[in-house]
Every structure is written in structure tokens, then in C-alpha cells.
């Protein structure tokens, strides 16, 4: 099986992103006009940065399903490439970011989840185990949940940014690998 980097031929050099945090506390305080960090965003916006793309759009929601689903619902029907959704992954009844937009994913890239779990156990140990991320395709567009953890967020994208990148080259066909 060939991969999908030797069938590349061309695609877009420079990719945009949209950041979604997914954060209640810093949604919350950020409602109280309180200052907020928002350290895993501007950790995913500068590895994109770094990588050549452009980060069109941060946002900073709750963890909640009525955020989170005008947020992917915009960005499907948009322009932009692929969106990160950084936090809310955890096992808590209140971490819901993956089940609220899992039904939006057509192509589950199971993959993803598979090796960034096995680079978590390498940095962390047995705790990797409580790891949730998810990635896949819908509408030939990425989309990505990543722990909210700025070292995960790092992690993720520093391996991962690039094979989601080939995502939107074209085969030797000139189809797209994703549609």
C-alpha cells in the first residue's frame, strides 16, 4: 500500500486553520471580561504559524453542544481547510467535545488517535490510557479534537500536521485525496 505522500502531485501550499478552545472556566471568565490565557491555542497557532499556514479564525467556547456545533457547522459550509478543536476531550461527564462533534465525520482516521495515545504513554506512562483524540474528514474537510493540554497540543500537531496536510493534495488522477 502506497502512502498518501508518494501519490502526492500538488495541493495548496499554505492551509487555513481555525482554533476552537474549548474551555467552561475560560469561557466564563473570559464572559466576565476577566483576562484569560489561552496557552494550547497559541501553542496549535504557532506550530501552525511555524509550519508555513494561516490561522484564520481562534475561538474560545464552552464545553457545551450548543458552542460547539454552530462553531463546526460554520466551518463545514466555509473556505477554510481544517479546524482544531483544543480541549474538552477528557472523560468527565462535562467533556463533550468529542461526542458533539464526532456525527459531523464522515472518514474517522482512527490512526491518529492510535499514535498520538502511543506518544503519549512514551512521554507519560499508563496515565495515556485517559487520552481521548479524534480526527477525521467531513465534506472534504479536516477535523481534529486534541486534549487541552499545551504538551498534547504540541505533540499532536509537531507529528501529525503534516499527513493532515497531504490530506488535500491530489492523486496522481488529479482528485483530491479528500472530497
Known amino acids: 500500500?502506497?502512502?498518501?505522500?508518494?501519490?502526492?502531485?500538488?495541493?495548496?501550499?499554505?492551509?487555513?486553520?481555525?482554533?476552537?478552545?474549548?474551555?467552561?472556566?475560560?469561557?466564563?471568565?473570559?464572559?466576565?471580561?476577566?483576562?484569560?490565557?489561552?496557552?494550547?491555542?497559541?501553542?496549535?497557532?504557532?506550530?501552525?504559524?511555524?509550519?508555513?499556514h494561516e490561522v484564520a479564525q481562534r475561538i474560545l467556547v464552552s464545553d457545551d453542544p450548543s458552542?460547539?456545533?454552530?462553531?463546526?457547522?460554520?466551518?463545514?459550509?466555509?473556505?477554510?481547510?481544517?479546524?482544531?478543536?483544543?480541549?474538552?476531550?477528557?472523560?468527565?461527564?462535562?467533556?463533550?467535545?468529542?461526542?458533539?462533534i464526532r456525527p459531523y465525520i464522515h472518514k474517522e482516521l482512527e490512526g491518529f488517535g492510535e499514535l498520538f495515545r502511543m506518544l503519549s504513554y512514551e512521554k507519560i506512562g499508563a496515565p495515556a490510557i485517559l487520552t481521548r483524540a479524534l480526527a477525521g474528514v467531513a465534506r472534504g474537510k479536516l477535523i481534529v479534537c486534541l486534549p487541552g493540554s499545551p504538551d498534547a497540543v504540541k505533540t499532536a500537531l509537531e507529528h501529525f500536521l503534516p499527513q493532515f496536510c497531504d490530506l488535500f493534495s491530489v492523486d496522481g488522477a488529479q482528485n483530491p485525496v479528500i472530497r
Open 1 to 52: 500500500m502506497g502512502s498518501v505522500r508518494a501519490k502526492r502531485t500538488s495541493g495548496p501550499e499554505r492551509l487555513r486553520f481555525v482554533v476552537v478552545t474549548v474551555s467552561t472556566s475560560k469561557y466564563r471568565r473570559k464572559s466576565r471580561n476577566e483576562e484569560v490565557d489561552d496557552e494550547s491555542g497559541d501553542v496549535a497557532e504557532a506550530v501552525a504559524r511555524r509550519s508555513g
Open 67 to 100: 458552542m460547539l456545533i454552530p462553531r463546526v457547522e460554520n466551518f463545514l459550509s466555509g473556505r477554510n481547510h481544517a479546524i482544531f478543536f483544543v480541549g474538552g476531550t477528557g472523560v468527565s461527564p462535562d467533556d463533550l467535545t468529542i461526542e458533539t
